[in-house]
Nanobody, 132 residues
Framework: EVQLVESGGGLVQAGGSLRLSCAAS????????IGWFRQAPGKEREGVSC????????YYADSVKGRFTISSDNVKNTVYLQMNSLKPEDTAVYYC?????????????????????????WGQGTQVTVSS
């Protein structure tokens, strides 16, 4: 059974930091691209960042570039999202997502983040709230 379990969300003041974790199981970690999406109330789900442990590299939405860092631990089958300089507009439920396929391609990552319907598996989400 495929599982993506997020943790690390919470309440933080603007300018603060949080680190989200996504523990993956039930599939071959190296064969997938793992991403983070977020959804604020009344808004569509938005791609934030993604990474492929096999292909390497990472990709970020413009809204988080320079503030968020994605990384993966292939031993623990876990992907992390370090979020620094948080802003109130970062407030949302953050979802871990997995897509079969591992390609080091900016265009592939960009397409994946802008087409959440292409995702194969979703986690249940973790709430991040940034107060002003």
């Amino acid at each position: 059974e495929v599982q993506l379990v997020e943790s690390g969300g919470g309440l933080v003041q603007a300018g603060g930091s949080l680190r989200l974790s996504c523990a993956a199981s039930g599939f071959t970690f190296d064969d997938f691209t793992i991403g983070w999406f977020r959804q604020a109330p009344g808004k569509e789900r938005e791609g934030v960042s993604c990474i492929s442990s096999r292909a390497g590299g990472g990709y970020y939405a413009d809204s988080v570039k320079g503030r968020f860092t994605i990384s993966s631990d292939n031993v623990k089958n876990t992907v992390y999202l370090q979020m620094n300089s948080l802003k109130p507009e970062d407030t949302a439920v953050y979802y871990c997502a997995a897509k079969r396929g591992a390609y080091y391609s900016g265009s592939y990552y960009r397409t994946l983040l802008t087409h959440p319907s292409a995702i194969d598996y979703w986690g249940q989400g973790t709430q991040v709230t940034v107060s002003s």
